[in-house]
Each structure stands twice: as C-alpha cells, then as structure tokens.
C-alpha cells in the first residue's frame, strides 16, 4: 500500500440486447516488483483479518472515481464503475461514518457507483446493514448483489434490503450448456429478478453461445472472458477506443444488422481477450 502497488483493473459489462458497453466492474490487484500481478483472493482475507481491507476499501473508491470520469469523457457516455464493499469495512459506526466522510471530503461522485454486496453483509445486522445501503443510495449509488445464488438465504435479501441488481455466479452461467437444472436457475432467476424490477448481470460469459442463451433469458447484462479480461486503466481506455471506432465503422455499414452488431463487438473486443 504504501508503495502504491495496489491497482485496479475494469472488466466490461455489457448490455446484452444492444451490445453496448453500458459499466465495468473494479478489480483489485496487486502488482508486486517481484511476483508481478497478484490476485485479490491472495491477499483480501489477509486484509481483512489484519482490518488493512478498511483503507483499501479507500484506495479503491479513489481510483475509481478518477478512472470512471476518465472512461465517461473519453467515450463521450456515462459508463458505471462497481466496487465491492467488505462487511468488515462498516463493521463499526465509526468506520462508516469515517467512509462517508472520506468519500465526501474526496468529491467522490457516487452517481456513477454500483456498490456490489455479499451475503456475508447482509448476515450480521439486517437493520443497519440496511440504513448503509440506503445512504449509499441517496447518494447516487445503485446497490449489486454479488454471487447470487450462491448463499443458503439469498432470496430473503431481495425484499429486505433496496437492492436494484443482482449478479448470477459464474458457476451457474458457466455449467448451464451442459447442466440442465444450471440453465433452469438461470432462466427462473432472470424472470424472477425481472418481475421484481430488478436488473440481472450474469458473470462468466465466456461464449457466443453463452450470450445467446442468456438472451433467450431475457437478461439484462453480461460480464466475463468472452468480452474481455480485467484490463488496467490505460488499456481500459485503449479498449473504449476500439470498440468507438468498431461502432462507428459498423454503423456505416449496415446499423441495423444484428450480424453488424456482433461483428462490431467481437472485431473489437476479441484482441484484449487474449
């Protein structure tokens, strides 16, 4: 931390019925001199055990703060950041009154923030998990339910907490070409998060044939591999770059193609996926 090794990386999330790049997630890692780029499950845990995760958690929010106004000017359109937010960040009252001063005194815009959430925070206090996250609201922030799916309780957080999107694990999105009962808690949580007025982001998209199956779903958003993997801030602008002039080119072809439109995308995105 103190050598400023701790970056974040943005991976795309795109809307799956127009093809547009509409957010990006924030992913910490750490750049070590030695060990090159680690992954966060590497060093999270450890930041939380030693309660490190608290100013981390500030780290990130400054980054992608002046990250996301940099993605917005450079592609002309308002595009969401997501970071997550540890249970072991707000633990007290007095580290969260401490983030919300800090995001304040930092100008940080929340208007352009998903804040994405865990089971494991909404375990311990439902009452004042719940009057954070409505604060981060009235803030501006929209509020992501991370690893859907995955918790033994997760469907009786959808109507206790103000939730506005909830993201499918990868680990159902990831099987349901081959799993028949992955692909039916696929399809029941896309129709059930719609009928809740809820938004869906799918993770591990990975494949056309992924893409095209969770439209079928009528899902709403996708995120994984198949669009491109976490990419540093210079190279996240590289990639808005790219995908511009693949947009722009196509849109002079033949805009209202479908097979323009998953030209466009692919043409763009495939060099940064590698």
């Known amino acids: 931390m103190e050598n400023n090794e701790l970056e974040l990386y943005y991976q795309p999330i795109t809307n799956l019925k127009t093809g547009e790049l509409v957010s990006c997630e924030g992913l910490i890692r750490w750049n070590d001199p030695q060990q090159g ?32 106004k940099a993605f917005n000017d450079h592609s002309g359109k308002k595009i969401d950041v997501s970071v997550n937010l540890s249970s072991r960040q707000i633990e007290t009252g007095e580290q969260v009154e401490k983030l919300f001063e800090f995001l304040a005194e930092k100008q940080i815009d929340l208007n352009h923030f998903k804040i994405e ?19 981060f609201k009235e803030l501006g922030a929209k509020i992501s339910l991370d690893d859907f799916g995955t918790g033994y309780s997760s469907f009786s957080y959808l109507h206790l907490f103000p939730i506005d999107n909830i993201k499918i694990d990868r680990s159902f999105v990831s099987s349901m070409q081959n799993n ?24 591990g998209v990975e494949s056309v044939q992924d893409e095209q199956m969770l439209n079928s779903f ?21 990639f808005l770059a790219r995908r511009a002039t693949a947009d722009l080119n196509a849109s002079k072809n033949d805009s209202s193609s479908l097979g323009a ?14």
């Open 37 to 68: 780029v680690i992954p966060p499950n590497h060093f999270i845990p450890l930041a939380e055990e030693t309660g490190l995760i608290e100013l981390i958690g500030y780290q990130v929010f400054e980054q992608a703060n002046k990250a996301v």
């Open 180 to 203: 028949e009962k992955s692909k039916v808690i696929v399809r029941s949580l896309c129709s059930l998060s719609s009928s809740l007025n809820m938004k869906v982001i799918a993770e």
């Open 117 to 135: 959430i865990t089971e494991t925070l909404l375990m311990s206090e439902q009452e004042r998990a719940c009057k954070i996250l409505m604060h």
């Open 218 to 238: 009528d899902c709403d958003f996708g995120q994984g591999y198949y669009y491109s993997k976490p990419l540093p801030k210079k190279q996240f602008l590289d």
């Open 261 to 274: 439109l998953l030209t466009r995308r692919w043409s763009a995105m495939m060099p940064a996926c590698f």
